[in-house]
């Protein structure tokens, strides 16, 4: 994906220098909950009703990954990501002694704010006022302006009560090595999909969602799905926008055809070690999440990703 170094949104917080990270889940404790969450289906909220897009990826994780029960919070020397990490695509370098992660920083911020601009025009051209989000990027833990605290165990999320996208780009490095999802616009995808979920913050359907839980319990789980695939969706939309613009490259949409592969519920509970139940899923299959995703791409239309009037995901 071709992008302009210095081109970045000014609603993010950088907080990966404070130790006043709140009074998040300590990484045992969080890894425990998830299993557990995990295996009786209670999985896909954080808090106060955040999107998650990766509280059920730290279970693959901590499964098959190094072993070391550590999933985010890497030593910021040890984590390698520099002018030459596999499938980063760094537009200037940087000079040694640098911040290794102000790349992959950099490029969050400006994910951010073009899929922020993108559908402050989409809003505008609805007539409908469109609220800017904010991004916090993170280490190892996150305290929420209403979701709770958080570790880097539960991957990236937004929270609805402040409006925010909290990420830690540790999880870059768990996409690569633990699902091989690799490359700058796998990981676009996952900021895109957490502003999909800002949308649906704004436009009522988060609200409408919690409602409906609320009257049938029972259906929690289907409406997660069809919550996540549409987020999928509204991030194909902006990926339409980058490729309209001429700033897509060679490989780029297959790289989020493999991030949105690799986190289907199907798979990550093939990868977990446990048998596929359907009745668990939470944010759709593989095929599922390529498939709203690809629809938001092709049409290039949020109207085209009303999941909920879907008969068939």
């Not at 002018?83 to 951010?112: C, M, Q, W």
């Not at 870059?172 to 913050?201: C, K, N, P, S, T």
């Not at 929690?220 to 999928?232: G, M």
């Not at 390529?290 to 109207?303: E, H, I, L, Q, Y």
Request: glycine letters at 14%; a negative charge; charged letters at 20%.
């Amino acid at each position: 994906m071709k992008w302009k170094k210095g081109a970045k949104s000014d609603n993010v917080i950088d907080s990966r220098g404070s130790s006043s990270s709140g009074s998040g889940l300590s990484g045992g404790g969080a890894m425990g909950s998830i299993l557990g969450s995990v295996l009786s289906g209670g999985l896909g909220k954080l808090g106060g009703g955040a999107g998650v897009v990766g509280v059920i990826i730290v279970v693959v994780i901590q499964l098959v990954g190094n072993g070391s029960g550590t999933i985010g919070g890497f030593d910021i020397s040890n984590l390698g990501l520099d002018a030459t990490a596999p499938g980063f695509k760094n537009p200037e370098g940087f000079a040694p002694g640098e911040d290794p992660e102000a790349d992959l920083y950099d490029f969050s911020r400006y994910v951010f704010g073009d899929t922020q601009a993108t559908w402050s025009k989409i809003f505008a051209s609805s007539k409908s006022n469109y609220e800017d989000a904010t991004m916090e990027v993170y280490r190892d833990r996150v305290s929420t302006g209403g979701c709770g605290g958080a570790t880097s165990a539960v991957g990236p999320f937004y929270c609805p009560a402040d409006q925010t996208v909290y990420l830690d780009l540790s999880f870059y490095e768990d996409m690569q090595r633990v699902l091989h999802a690799d490359g700058d616009f796998a990981w676009a995808y996952v900021i895109a999909h957490e502003m999909g979920h800002h949308v649906q913050q704004l436009d009522g359907t988060s609200a409408s969602v919690r409602r409906l839980e609320h009257e049938n319990p029972d259906g929690t789980n289907e409406l997660s799905v069809r919550l996540e695939l549409q987020a999928d969706c509204y991030a194909g939309v902006w990926g339409a926008q980058i490729l309209a613009r001429g700033d897509l490259e060679d490989g780029d949409i297959e790289e989020a055809f493999t991030a949105a592969e690799a986190v289907g519920d199907d798979r990550l509970q093939k990868q977990a070690g446990v048998a596929v139940d359907p009745d668990l899923f939470t944010h759709g299959t593989s095929e599922q999440r390529r498939t709203w995703f690809d629809r938001g791409f092709d049409s290039a239309n949020p109207a085209e990703c009303n999941t909920f009037s879907a008969d068939e995901l």
